[in-house]
Structure formats: C-alpha cells, structure tokens
C-alpha cells in the first residue's frame, strides 16, 4: 500500500471512530496504545501447515520443506499433482528464483528429490516437481512419492499434452507472490528434456532459461529405425510400462523437427549428456550444441542415462554456473558430496524395489534369489537373446530384467526401475516383444503356451507380492 492509500485509510479509521463514538468523544474508550497493524495475507492457493520437513540426506542444507500442491490443466481440465519444495528459512513475503523440473517418460518427481533439490534450495531456488498427465512411473503402490498425483490415461498423453501440461504449471507458478518472474527457469530430463525443449521457444520472454538433461529429441528417429513405416506401429504400444496410442503419441509428433524446435530457443541453454547414454544416444545433444544461439554443455564421461553419485559431482557446478551466468543466483560455489541419488521423498529407499542403490531414472537390474532357478526359457527369433523366467518371479530378457506374473494361462511382464523397457504380446499370448531403451534392441520371443504352462504348473511369480510395479497384457 502506498503513503496514500495507508493515510486515506488512517483517516477513514479515525472518522468512522469519531462519528461512532460522538463528537464530545466522552461515550467510548479509546486506547493510547498503538494499533496492530495486520501483516499482508498472500492468498497463493498453497496449504503451507501441510508441509514436510524432508531430510534428504544429501546436499548441505540438513533439512529442507515441501508441500504437495496441484492444479489444473489449462488444456484438458486434468489434475496436476505436484510438490513445492522450499527451504526452512522461507519467506513468503519475498521473492525467489523457481525451476520447474519436468520428469521422463515413465520417470517421476524423485528424480529431481534425490538428485537436484537440495543444492538448488542451498541457493535459496525453489523448486516444483509435478507428474505429467497420463505420464510418470507406472506405478500403483500408495507408500511411496513415485506413485503419480496427476490425473489422465497415459492413451491420451504426448510430448505435446506434456507441453499444454508445463505451461500450464509455469502460468500458475507465474502468479505465485513469492516468485521471481524474471528468474524462473524450466529443467527436464529424457522425454521431460524433449517437452522442455519444445515449450522453452515459446515463452523464451518469461523465462530466464532452461536446463536440459539427456534430452530426448530422438523419439522420432527411433521410432523410425524399428518400425520402418508408421502404420507398422501397434495401435496400442507399452512403453516404459506406459500403454501409448499410436496417433496420439507418434502421430502427434513425427512431423516435428524435435531437434530443430529445440534449437531455435534464443536465450543461453543449459545442456547435460553422459558418453554412457544407451537410452538417447550423446550425438543428439552434440548436435544441439552446434546448433543453439548460446549453449553451456556439459559432457559427462562414463555418464548414463540419469546422474547420480560421481556423475553429480560433475553436473551439479555446470547447472550453479550457468545459473549465476544467466541472472538467476549470485554466487554458484557449492560443495556436492559423494552421497546423492538414494533419496525418495520422506520414504527409506528400501520402500522401493526397483530404485535402489541410487539408481536414478535408469534403474537397477534385479538379480533372482542365490536358490532361485530357471523355470522356463525360450530363445528369441535371432536365436541370440534369451528369455528366462526365474521361479522367485524374477525375469531376464537379455541383459534386461524384469517381474512376472502367469495366472490363467496368461504371461504378464512388469516393469522394474525402467529395466524393462517395453514389451507388447500378440493377441494370443504366444509371441512376446522386448524393447530396451526407447526402440532399440528388439527381442521377439515365440512362446510355446503348451510346454510354458507345464514349466510354470504351480508358480505363479510374483501374483502375492504386494509390491507390483507394472502390469500389461
């Protein structure tokens, strides 16, 4: 309020008392203390008493606060779910620099918990991490932060969906008071990196820039590679244990120049890429580099697809430096420590098989029990990769692994920490498909149902296991 508007507003006060109380002012008491003056109540839609104090057990901040929040899809009306991470020492009547993190494919909001949040909230740089609709860990377990807060069917979702979806966040965090609006910057990772790359152009005037890791750009190529021709992709395809329509996802996006798109953005990228990469092949982000108006890359030797421990070490001062360049922080010094990516929200790693040893986004491949034995294997049609079903309900493809589950004559593969990327059965069951990695490394396997139901007579897998991850026929 103005000097103004608070003496108008003094003034009313003292008249409005004056005619309540008389003009002889004998008839009502009035204090000679001075009055309270109400502080400002910012109306930001956050629930701030919901907020958890998180102990990352990395970073050097201790502790830090998040609070889940959500809001709507501008475009589809869906649910978006999310967490506002803060530091303790928030104040909500000043202004702060935001990164809007956006996962991969079938990734989640723990990829930037346990890897990036902490050092960021050091900076004083908040943080909101959000699924997108129809995306996101394939994964229906209620303990555990993986599980997706957003509403939509992954049938109904594309890069272009997950863009309407980012906007959507970054307008509503736009019109947040704490908020920096000159300092926000958008940060994805894979497929999440592809939807950043492909928003960022278009709204190059309201932030200050973006961070992208292992960027995805190469969806359509290799689409391409496998399937030769579009109409040769099933209608229904699972991918990363997400069911993907055919039109809506790759018809939506197969005219779409993704690296050129990405390229076009005017203003300093941040760009990230492992040597190690063997889900987006590193030449991509070689490419971008050439190709940008202003570019800070980082390769990072032996990296994979997703930083954790030594990796961090490594890309945690390129993403502070690029922040102090471009505005956003004052000072990038920071000390990143060996012990990074074994965070999950406020749950202990061990809640989440699948994701540990600080795997990240990639994940780790499950080994069958020291007393588990094959039970059933078959060769796929090159006659080089073999699929083998461990009576512990462990499965390799490969050099991938995975979860099973046979009841009623029907084989059903699941995913574990992205391991097994993919996989689509005929309609009787008998032939199964493994993608590792995007489309890469097709293994198809023909399935005799007779002698497979006689291995399996009796073992079901994993059919009493609470802990499930991905389910599909």
């Not at 990240?360 to 059933?376: F, H, N, Q, R």
Request: charged share 20%; proline share 4%; hydrophobic share 35%.
């Amino acid at each position: 309020m103005n000097n103004k508007k608070l003496l108008a507003s003094v003034l009313a006060v003292v008249i409005g008392t004056a005619a309540f109380c008389g003009v002889a002012m004998t008839s009502c008491s009035v204090p000679n203390e001075s009055p309270t003056i109400e502080q400002p109540v910012f109306d930001d839609k956050i629930d701030w008493e919901k907020a958890e104090e998180v102990n990352p057990g990395y970073g050097n901040i201790g502790t830090y606060k998040q609070v889940e929040y959500s809001l709507t899809s501008e475009k589809s009306g869906l649910k978006i779910g999310g967490f506002l991470n803060v530091p303790n020492n928030f104040d909500p009547a000043k202004k702060y620099p935001l990164v809007i993190m956006s996962h991969g494919i079938a990734g989640s909001v723990t990829t930037y918990d346990q890897n990036y949040v902490a050092y960021l909230l050091e900076k004083d740089v908040l943080c909101f991490t959000y699924f997108f609709c129809g995306g996101g860990a394939p994964d229906t377990r209620s303990k555990s932060r993986i599980r997706t807060t957003s509403e939509g069917d992954s049938k109904d979702m594309s890069l272009l969906t997950e863009k309407e979806d980012l906007l959507s966040v970054l307008n509503d965090m736009s019109k947040k008071s704490f908020i920096d609006t000159g300092k926000i910057v958008l940060m994805g990772e894979s497929m999440g990196g592809a939807v950043t790359g492909l928003t960022a152009p278009e709204v190059s005037d309201r932030i200050a820039g973006e961070i992208l890791c292992y960027p995805a750009v190469c969806i359509n190529d290799d689409v391409a590679k496998a399937y030769i021709r579009f109409n040769r992709i099933p209608e229904n395809l699972n991918n990363n244990g997400l069911v993907l329509n055919r039109e809506t996802f790759y018809g939506s996006i197969k005219d779409i120049d993704l690296v050129g798109v990405t390229a076009s953005f005017p203003k300093k990228a941040c760009l990230l890429h492992g040597t190690a990469d063997g889900t987006v092949p590193i030449a991509y982000s070689n490419k971008l580099s050439t190709m940008f108006a202003d570019v800070n890359y980082k390769v990072i030797e032996g990296g994979k697809h997703g930083f954790t421990n030594a990796m961090l070490q490594k890309a945690i001062p390129h993403i502070m430096n690029y922040l102090q360049e471009i505005g956003v922080i004052d000072n990038a010094g920071i000390e990143v420590g060996e012990k990074s990516g074994n965070f999950v929200g406020n749950h202990p790693q061990e809640d989440l098989p699948g994701t540990g040893g600080g795997s990240g986004v990639s994940g780790t491949a499950l080994k069958p029990a020291e007393d588990a034995t094959v039970i059933y294997s078959v060769k796929d049609t090159t006659g080089r990769q073999t699929l083998s079903l461990y009576s512990d309900g462990v499965l390799k493809a490969g050099s991938k692994t995975g979860e099973w589950r046979y009841i009623d004559g029907v084989l059903t593969i699941g995913i574990v920490g992205n391991s097994i990327y993919n996989s689509v059965s005929n309609e009787d069951f008998t032939t199964l498909t493994v993608y590792p990695a995007w489309f890469g490394s097709v293994y198809t396997f023909v399935i005799n149902e007779e002698e497979m139901t006689t291995a399996l007579n009796g073992n079901h897998g994993i059919a009493d296991r609470f802990d499930w991850v991905g389910e599909y026929r």
